[in-house]
């Protein structure tokens, strides 16, 4: 076999894995929308507390199925660099927001209700835990076996991203939704976090540290809320 006939089969081999693998990647993330907007339909459930619930599941299942997972999940042997991330992207966000704020000026975000409080500690503590299981330790793997190491993260975190839309058939035929960068930049940024140390916690932490911002931007000057809308959902 020629040198050029063997190029020309191997581009189109790679062809037909990228198009499978955006295929699989799609139909993830419709099916986790579906699979949100049943439980909201049945369970009479917020979609935040729909998502929440759905990724419990499927990160026990994920525990239970994968070893790599439940080696992932313990907390001894993590190196402290791990566990830095997070806290400077939530440092760098508290000196960000003192730029451009007023002296003495209060606090411009104060809780509503029960309902937000509770929304906000989820936010921040099962809801990352249980999306690192979902995708970082369950899809992306899952992927990169039709993708490969390089090009795996990449579609996990669009279907990540597209899963922060409710990418129902309905809302994909009516073209509503996208793929929002905040969520994309985050999941590639865990994917690394967890390819380097194969710890689950550090990203979880990462990941909590990244939803923290928008609340200390809220508090402590709005303005930056506005300015970095595009990051947040």
């Known amino acids: 076999m020629s040198a050029s006939v063997r190029d020309m089969l191997d581009a189109q081999a790679g062809l037909s894995t990228l198009f ?39 990160g026990i299942l994920v525990y239970l199925i994968r070893k790599p997972a439940r080696v ?69 793997p899952f992927l990169s076996r039709f993708a490969g190491d390089r090009w795996g993260p990449w579609y996990s975190a669009m279907v990540f991203s597209v899963a922060h839309t409710h990418p129902t058939w309905d809302r994909v035929l009516g073209l509503k939704i996208g793929l929002p960068i905040g969520p994309f930049i985050l999941a590639i940024c865990c994917d690394i976090i967890v390819r380097r140390w194969r710890r689950v916690w550090p990203a979880a932490l990462f990941h909590s540290c990244c939803n923290a911002t928008v609340y200390v931007f809220a508090w402590l000057n709005p303005s930056w809320v506005s300015k970095l809308n595009g990051l947040y959902m």
Do not use: N
Not at 23 to 49: D, T
């Open 20 to 58: 499978v693998s955006v295929l699989l990647a799609l139909a993830f993330a419709v099916g986790l929308g579906e699979f949100y907007s049943y439980m909201v339909q049945g369970l009479h459930v917020k979609p935040w507390q729909a998502g929440l619930l759905a990724h419990i599941a499927i």
């Open 72 to 140: 992932g999940f313990l907390l001894r042997g993590t190196p402290l660099v791990a566990w830095l991330p997070g806290p400077l992207i939530l440092l760098g966000a508290y000196v960000l927001s003192l730029w451009g704020r007023q002296p003495m000026q209060a606090p411009a975000y104060s809780l509503t209700g029960s309902s937000e409080a509770i929304y906000i500690l989820a936010s921040l503590t099962l809801i990352p835990l249980a999306e690192e299981m979902v995708f970082r330790m369950g899809l992306t």
